[in-house]
């Protein structure tokens, strides 16, 4: 069973930096698809980054030129570097994985991680 772990969200200052990372534990022999969804109060979860296995990107226009998403696949594990953080950028940061491939037979899991809170104020 995969299981995904976050860390590093915090307390950080307008115009500080963060950097989250998401490690995906268990057997696993490849992931398509590792992204970083965030949700604010009273808002809907919405995408911030995503990035497949061949190294393409995509990034919600609010975070475009301000944060950055990668990955290393020996790690199975993906980051995500904030600058110039905002008030606006508070939420409960989650990661996602689409389709980590986990045995020989191409059986693929999905999931979610628990989330991490991501506060920005001074």
């Known amino acids: 069973q995969v299981q995904l772990v976050e860390s590093g969200g915090g307390l950080v200052q307008p115009g500080g930096s963060l950097r989250l990372s998401c490690v995906a534990s268990?057997?696993?022999?490849?992931?398509?698809?590792m992204a970083w969804h965030r949700q604010a109060p009273g808002k809907q979860r919405e995408l911030v980054a995503i990035?497949?296995?061949?190294?393409?990107?995509n990034y919600a226009d609010s975070v475009k030129g301000r944060f950055t998403i990668s990955r290393d696949n020996a790690k199975n594990t993906v980051y995500l570097q904030m600058d110039n953080l905002k008030p606006e950028d508070t939420a409960v940061y989650y990661c996602?994985?689409?389709?980590?491939?986990?045995?020989?037979?191409?059986?693929?899991?999905?999931?979610w991680g628990q989330g991490t809170q991501v506060t920005v104020s001074s």
């Open positions: 268990g057997t696993i022999f490849s992931i398509y698809e």
């Open positions: 990035m497949t296995d061949d190294g393409s990107t």
């Open positions: 996602e994985v689409d389709r980590a491939r986990f045995d020989w037979e191409g059986s693929t899991w999905s999931g």
